[in-house]
């Protein structure tokens, strides 16, 4: 992707097509250089618009960098995660030949990506063609063990695509999670060089076939009379109140330990792998939306659910939805089934009645979370 560089005073973007297409532009503020001010970003959109440019879409920004891009209008579509971790003490490692990366290690390389790294990383052939190729030094190394070729491209900047659109970059001294459905290459002629793992997600965790089935608790939210709220407060107020709601909300996420899916508009999809922990989440979140002035459901489901890339599907699925359907103002609905798996736990529930949902056969008994 070509970029050019664009100066207002002392602000400087770097700004250009996104992945090829025409209608979309992508802008970013250079890693050593100030937080763009407000004027410069909306200035720069101008520039763009007059170019033919649609949409705009950024890096990866902090909080003092994006405070500029919000107040020009942009609004926030994902959180990148940046985590730490001392590498003091750490086990030793069983001795590898280190060597540069070829051609010839290409098949082997892709399959190993594909195997170990299905769920959280993707490389495809012409990514690995220009980790080969774009400095004299090569970003691609390869580790030969017994158990075969692992993957090892520590500098630089790595640009990553994702499938939706979102973009960010990830500059050195960096931690990192990126979901399924992306691609990647290198900003710039420095090598990126990363230890990568599976995924701070799943590490220390056994593999899962995609196509395995795990048990987990899903839950589902929605704000309460939405489209009656976007009316009465305007479409501006009402991004920045989904915004807040959606920044509290995945906060109580990363407290109990939940894993965001997707978001439904007005609400989220996440699963756990504690159906305490779901009702506790689900409790605060509804809690976090009241203190906000608004009113959410939730839907608690425990059952057997398919991960597919960062997607999850099955039943149990369905069926927390389906609970969260019947659920009222401010009210947390509990299946029986995850009902069952609170004993012991200290969570108080009061029953909920039985209730018909729809797709699924017979009637299920409710249970009303109180917190």
């Given at each position: ?359 699924l056969g017979g009637e299920r008994r409710l249970f009303r979370s109180v917190a």
């Amino acid at each position: 992707m070509s970029l050019d560089l664009v100066r207002w005073g002392t602000d400087r973007l770097r700004v250009g097509s996104w992945r090829g297409d025409s209608r979309t532009a992508y802008i970013a503020p250079l890693a050593d250089g100030a937080p763009a001010a407000t004027d410069a970003v909306r200035r720069c959109c101008t520039v763009l618009g007059e170019r033919g440019y649609e949409t705009a879409i950024t890096a990866a920004l902090g909080p003092a960098e994006s405070r500029g891009f919000i107040e020009a209008g942009f609004d926030v579509r994902e959180r990148l995660h940046l985590l730490a971790h001392d590498l003091h003490d750490l086990a030793p490692v069983p001795p590898s030949e280190l060597r540069r990366g070829r051609r010839s290690d290409r098949p082997a390389a892709l399959v190993v990506d594909g195997r170990s790294f299905d769920a959280f990383w993707r490389l495809d052939d012409s990514g690995f063609e220009e980790a080969l190729g774009a400095t004299p030094s090569s970003r691609f190394r390869v580790a030969t063990r017994d158990e075969g070729v692992v993957g090892y491209a520590i500098s630089g900047v790595m640009h990553i695509a994702m499938d939706d659109g979102l973009s960010v970059d990830i500059p050195a001294g960096s931690a990192f999670d990126i979901p399924a459905g992306h691609d990647a290459w290198v900003v710039g002629r420095a090598p990126w060089v990363a230890v990568v793992w599976n995924s701070l997600r799943s590490y220390a965790l056994p593999p899962i076939n995609p196509a395995e089935r795990v048990l987990a608790t899903v839950v589902f939210t929605d704000i309460v009379e939405s489209t009656a709220t976007l009316e009465r407060i305007g479409d501006a107020a009402w991004r920045d109140l989904l915004i807040a709601h959606n920044e509290r909300l995945r906060d109580d996420l990363n407290v109990f330990r939940g894993r965001e899916v997707t978001t439904t508009g007005d609400g989220f999809l996440a699963v756990f792998d504690s159906a305490s922990r779901a009702v506790e989440c689900a409790n605060a979140m509804s809690s976090s939306a009241q203190a906000m002035g608004l009113q959410i459901r939730v839907g608690v489901h425990t059952g057997e659910v398919e991960f597919v890339g960062s997607n999850v599907r099955g039943v149990a699925v369905h069926a927390a939805l389906r609970v969260m359907s019947q659920a009222g103002p401010n009210e947390v609905l509990v299946s029986s089934t995850t009902a069952d798996l609170l004993e012991g736990a200290g969570l108080r529930l009061t029953d909920a009645g039985s209730h018909k949902l729809k797709g699924l056969g017979g009637e299920r008994r409710l249970f009303r979370s109180v917190a």
